[in-house]
């Protein structure tokens, strides 16, 4: 599926990632967070990521996850969310703390808001920058292979899909091995992140980040991994404006779909978060590529050849 053919006329799905995350800004509250993501799905998405309130407990960050889900859902039940993490019970550790299916996914569960869950299989860094504007320092995320393959058993068992997040080309190499031997749960997404100019997290912090660059070549470096994956594939830059890239036009004319929202740009666009999705539906209306919504996002997600060759 994951070719250098065009694909015009298949649906495209568009996931939103609507917490600023800005250092020394405000938290965004739930009630914001919930409005946010309504928005964003009246505007044409059929994703939404959010962040919660890290400064909270274990338990009071499960309940605002769960309320916030049920928010969202309550208007949009077909919605497709999923948030960021909380710690584990081994939460002393270094690592690896935030990948348990018990810390969050079954509390979500059983409450019915579990739509969808991040998985980012090996490690990355983040780059953090000195006074010389050098990254000397470095933050470390994702989850060991142990934990992704339990992670993946899980969304299996409940039969929930996957958003799998890809930093590093060796990540995806995980991602193909477990495809190929058709582990994941249907309507799972493979997320080719790029690395931008500026530093998550920040506002228009110039820095090091990660991984390849947001360009056409760096996809097409992904897409020949991905030759004998059967599965749907978007693009999102963390740290820069995906719609002001040529990557965002050539990744819909192959058939991929699009994450965008504040999240990601790191203070790069004065778009809102529903702003975002409104031009991402305009893209691919020039492209000539209708939006998929509600329940046939999720269609469109388990049947990717099909909906290719649409």
Same mark, same amino acid.
């Given at each position: 599926?994951?070719?250098?053919?065009?694909?015009?006329? &298949?649906? $495209?799905? /568009?996931?939103? !990632?609507?917490?600023? =995350?800005?250092? %020394? #800004?405000?938290?965004?509250? &739930?009630? $914001?967070? /919930?409005?946010? !993501?309504?928005?964003? =799905?009246?505007? %044409? #998405?059929?994703?939404?990521?959010?962040?919660?309130?890290?400064?909270?407990?274990?338990?009071?960050?499960?309940?605002?996850?769960?309320?916030?889900?049920?928010?969202?859902?309550?208007?949009?039940?077909?919605?497709?969310?999923?948030?960021?993490?909380?710690?584990?019970?081994?939460?002393?550790?270094?690592?690896?703390?935030?990948?348990?299916?018990?810390?969050?996914?079954?509390?979500?569960?059983?409450?019915?808001?579990?739509?969808?869950?991040?998985?980012?299989?090996?490690?990355?860094?983040?780059?953090?920058?000195?006074?010389?504007?050098?990254?000397?320092?470095?933050?470390?995320?994702?989850?060991?292979?142990?934990?992704?393959?339990?992670?993946?058993?899980?969304?299996?068992?409940?039969?929930?899909?996957?958003?799998?997040?890809?930093?590093?080309?060796?990540?995806?190499?995980?991602?193909?091995?477990?495809?190929?031997?058709?582990?994941?749960?249907?309507?799972?997404?493979?997320?080719?992140?790029?690395?931008?100019?500026?530093?998550?997290?920040?506002?228009?912090?110039?820095?090091?980040?990660?991984?390849?660059?947001?360009?056409?070549?760096?996809?097409?470096?992904?897409?020949?991994?991905?030759?004998?994956?059967?599965?749907?594939?978007?693009?999102?830059?963390?740290?820069?404006?995906?719609?002001?890239?040529?990557?965002?036009?050539?990744?819909?004319?192959?058939?991929?779909?699009?994450?965008?929202?504040?999240?990601?740009?790191?203070?790069?666009?004065?778009?809102?978060?529903?702003?975002?999705?409104?031009?991402?539906?305009?893209?691919?209306?020039?492209?000539?590529?209708?939006?998929?919504?509600?329940?046939?996002?999720?269609?469109?997600?388990?049947?990717?050849?099909?909906?290719?060759?649409?």
């Amino acid at each position: 599926m994951a070719n250098s053919e065009k694909h015009y006329g &298949a649906p $495209v799905v /568009i996931e939103a !990632a609507v917490t600023p =995350l800005r250092k %020394g #800004a405000p938290l965004q509250p &739930a009630d $914001v967070t /919930i409005a946010e !993501a309504k928005a964003c =799905l009246a505007a %044409g #998405a059929a994703v939404i990521h959010h962040h919660h309130d890290f400064r909270l407990s274990r338990e009071e960050a499960t309940q605002q996850i769960v309320d916030i889900g049920r928010g969202i859902l309550d208007a949009y039940p077909s919605a497709l969310i999923y948030p960021d993490y909380i710690a584990g019970r081994d939460s002393d550790r270094a690592i690896g703390r935030r990948y348990q299916p018990d810390a969050l996914l079954q509390p979500m569960y059983d409450a019915g808001v579990l739509r969808m869950f991040a998985l980012d299989p090996g490690f990355t860094l983040f780059g953090q920058m000195d006074a010389e504007g050098l990254p000397s320092a470095s933050v470390t995320g994702g989850a060991t292979y142990a934990e992704s393959d339990a992670m993946v058993a899980f969304g299996r068992k409940v039969g929930v899909p996957i958003s799998i997040g890809v930093y590093e080309p060796g990540n995806l190499r995980w991602i193909r091995a477990y495809a190929r031997a058709g582990k994941f749960p249907a309507g799972s997404i493979i997320k080719l992140y790029f690395g931008g100019d500026y530093l998550m997290g920040q506002d228009r912090v110039p820095g090091v980040t990660f991984g390849l660059a947001p360009t056409p070549e760096s996809l097409d470096t992904y897409l020949g991994m991905l030759a004998d994956v059967d599965m749907p594939w978007c693009v999102s830059v963390q740290g820069g404006a995906l719609l002001d890239l040529p990557l965002a036009r050539y990744a819909l004319e192959l058939g991929g779909h699009l994450r965008v929202g504040v999240e990601d740009t790191a203070g790069c666009t004065t778009l809102t978060n529903a702003q975002t999705v409104e031009a991402a539906v305009e893209l691919a209306r020039q492209v000539g590529r209708p939006i998929a919504r509600g329940a046939e996002a999720l269609d469109v997600l388990k049947r990717p050849h099909a909906a290719l060759a649409a």
